[in-house]
């Protein structure tokens, strides 16, 4: 994709490009951002993350003033105002005025002279009605969810499902925490002074850093920590703590041998392959032969000697590896819903039938990845999501039909607003007969 070199006509036209096209936005960006300096791919990576992320409440904006259907408006310029509205209402860095300017500019590079009175009629007039919650709040009168599904930009099918989720515990509460970005979260290869070591380095560096919650090999920094600091550093990966414990929940052993069954981009398997050490070995599974590559290239990046790469469906029983397997992994494809802090396009881009869909899949790989445990083995179970169908529902089903595997432990890794991770849900069973 060819983006101009004015950053935030690319962020306007990234934005577009993640809903048209239904892409993600870290992959986009990491195409799109080469030929700008740190300080202007912060800011676009802002205004792209930050508009898709409140879209709707955007829009909702642009309603008031235009009062037509906004598939009326001419896509790039609605891309302008989008952008320009979210550095008005929710970044404050710039005076409302510059930005209108610079919006109006814009328009004109675009080859709109004529539409760029449209982009500043908007714009002031969204002014002058006055873009706060308070004035918001007053259309919504007598419909206080409706209000909310706006006001924190959640499709009414997700709203309802959160709403599920918190057992109505003060849903905004949950809300406000939903579309909060995430900071990079961290894991260490090393003990609890290692981690120690690492925090403090980042603190002199500028950054925020504290011990993870529950495991010990991870870190949260709450202040973005920028890929420079890290680059140089070894053992240190990114990996959200919920990815971890799908991991670290498994009791893995030095020496054990392991299947992970859907295992690129490997961020679990290079963890699991750190915890069973040189003697133990990890068989890498998937469907998915460019994100094979990609993990294969990682192993040999950081060394990693006891991975084993191959390429199967694991919806598929293979033989060859029935009753072989010490632990066995299955972190499922699923609606990926419990990743929307760090990913606010999953918002627009699934569905309510998606968790139903993907649950369907997911059961296969579970029946047949079962059969690859030895007697007393473990099977971890992992999916980033909340919805019951991919959950519970599916483990309970599961149980009912193997009477030879036990429910040992199952918990989702959110359990209060103040959790600092993505939302995964986690099941360990044991094979006893």
């Known amino acids: 994709m060819n983006t101009p070199r004015n950053p935030k006509l690319t962020a306007a036209n990234l934005t577009r ?52 259907p906004l598939k009326r408006i001419d896509p790039e310029l609605l891309g302008i105002i989008r952008i320009s ?10 005076e409302n005025r510059s930005v209108v300017n610079e919006a109006v500019d814009l328009a004109k590079k675009c080859g709109k002279e004529k539409a ?19 004035n918001m709040e007053k259309y919504f009168e007598g419909n206080p969810d409706l209000f909310l599904q706006t006001y924190y930009s959640m499709p009414k099918w997700l709203f309802e499902r959160i709403k599920l989720f918190s057992q109505e515990e003060n849903i905004e509460d949950y809300l406000k925490v939903i579309n909060t970005p995430l900071g990079i979260t961290l894991r260490i290869e090393g003990d609890n002074s290692a981690r120690d070591n690492l925090i403090e380095l980042l603190k002199q560096k500028g950054a925020e850093a504290q011990p993870a919650k529950d ?34 929940e498994m009791d893995i052993e030095k020496g054990d041998k392991i299947i992970d069954v859907c295992a690129a981009p490997g961020g679990k398997t290079l963890f699991a392959s750190y915890l069973t050490g040189d003697e133990g070995t990890i068989v890498a599974v998937d469907v998915n032969r460019h994100r094979l590559k990609v993990l294969a290239d990682t192993a040999i990046k950081y060394r990693k000697k006891n991975i084993e790469i191959k390429l199967h469906d694991a919806t598929i029983f293979n033989p060859l590896w029935e009753n072989k397997f010490d632990k066995v992994l299955i972190d499922a494809p699923c609606s990926s819903l419990g990743t929307i802090r760090r990913h606010p396009e999953m918002k627009w881009l699934k569905n309510d039938s998606d968790p ?35 959950t519970i529902d599916q483990i309970d089903n599961f149980l009912s039909e193997k009477p030879g595997f036990i429910l040992e432990k199952s918990f989702y890794t959110v359990s209060s607003i103040h959790d600092n991770r993505d939302a995964f849900f986690i099941c360990k069973m044991r094979r006893k007969q």
């Not at 509205?85 to 710039?94: A, E, G, H, T």
């Not at 760029?116 to 308070?134: D, K, T």
């Not at 010990?216 to 990966?237: C, P, R, W």
Request: aromatic letters at 14%; proline letters at 1%; charged letters at 25%.
């Open 215 to 248: 495991c010990k090999f991870g870190i949260y920094t709450s202040k973005a920590v920028n890929y420079d600091m890290l680059k140089d550093m070894e053992s240190v990966f990114i990996q959200d703590e919920s990815s971890q414990l799908a991991v670290f």
């Open 356 to 390: 139903k869909r993907m649950a369907l899949m997911t059961s296969k790989i579970l029946e047949s990845s079962s059969r690859y445990v030895k007697k007393d083995g473990i099977i971890l179970f992992s999916v980033c999501t909340f919805t019951q169908e991919e």
């Open 85 to 94: 509205l979210y550095q008005i209402i929710f970044m404050s860095n710039r």
């Open 116 to 134: 760029a009175g449209f982009v500043n009629y908007i714009l002031r007039e969204v002014l002058r009605i006055g873009p706060s919650r308070e």
């Open 17 to 68: 490009t993640v809903l048209d096209q239904s892409l993600f936005i870290n992959e986009l960006l990491n195409d799109s951002l080469s030929a700008f300096g740190y300080d202007e791919r912060k800011f676009i990576t802002e205004l792209v993350y930050g508009t898709v992320r409140n879209m709707d409440h955007i829009d909702f904006w642009v309603n008031k003033v235009f009062k037509k």
